[in-house]
């Protein structure tokens, strides 16, 4: 992966083998440009075209934040592979259910021992940009993310650090996440404390009558913090 990964907590910059990579915000590909739009305003900041994912069938816009992260707004295109790959038909399923968070991503340096915890192997991810350069990864959790939305998915990044999302990042960083579900399932999945599964990101555990997953995510802007649910 190149140089590690690396977090800012309280002006200390340390290397974290576990860290937030970004948020997910599924919608119809037809509330796409719409929803960047309001997002965008809401937190004072603008997103840029992201380009698609061929393996998935999808397409998103991407929000670059402080601390090594990201907002995806992400939308299936009318195309077989999000039919037939899990983050395609996750994003669609979630956009038919009204949209809104799909969930959140945890990165990891190396992937190999949450394939050895997991029992699987992770799966080949790319997204070809705008400019025609592909961002390259390796996945593993989207078909445990669609059967139990709190469960984040792993991702380890192949492309260099340099060509990471967050990349050229404007004045917000998420500060909390908001998730129903249980503490103890994540942080088995996780392997981290149950009591701060992200060094860097405050979780708060709710409960919802809509079930499990991402509620709402709080990011701190140049206007104060703004939680969008």
């Known amino acids: 992966m190149g140089d590690p990964d690396f977090v800012h907590i309280m002006g200390v910059c340390k290397a974290h083998p576990m860290r937030l990579d970004h ?24 997103f840029v075209d992201g380009g698609r994912h061929p393996r998935f069938g999808t397409q998103n816009f991407i929000l670059p934040l402080q601390g090594n992260t990201y907002i995806e707004v992400v939308a299936a295109l009318e195309h077989p592979a999000a ?8 994003v669609r399923e979630r956009a038919e259910t009204g949209g809104g968070w799909l969930g959140w991503v945890v990165a990891v340096d190396d992937i190999a021992p949450i394939e050895a915890r997991i029992g699987r ?20 959790g989207v078909n445990d993310l669609i059967s139990d939305p709190q469960l984040p998915f ?8 340099s060509e990471h999302p967050s990349r050229g990042c404007q004045d917000v960083r998420i500060s909390k996440i908001e998730i129903a579900g249980d ?24 409960e919802s009558e809509d079930g499990n997953g991402v509620v709402a995510v709080t990011f701190e802007t140049a206007h104060g913090p703004v939680r969008i649910d």
């Open 23 to 46: 948020v997910s915000y599924a919608v119809s590909h037809d509330e796409l440009v719409d929803t960047i739009q309001r997002l965008g305003a809401d937190l004072g900041a603008s």
């Open 83 to 90: 039919e037939q790959a899990p983050f395609g038909h996750a």
């Open 121 to 140: 192997p992770a799966v080949a991810g790319h997204r070809r940009r705008p400019d025609g350069h592909d961002l390259k990864w390796r996945q593993l």
């Open 154 to 161: 792993f991702i380890e990044w192949e492309s260099p650090v």
């Open 183 to 206: 503490a103890e399932t994540v942080a088995d999945w996780l392997g981290e404390p149950s009591n701060h599964p992200l060094d860097n990101i405050d979780v708060e555990w709710v």
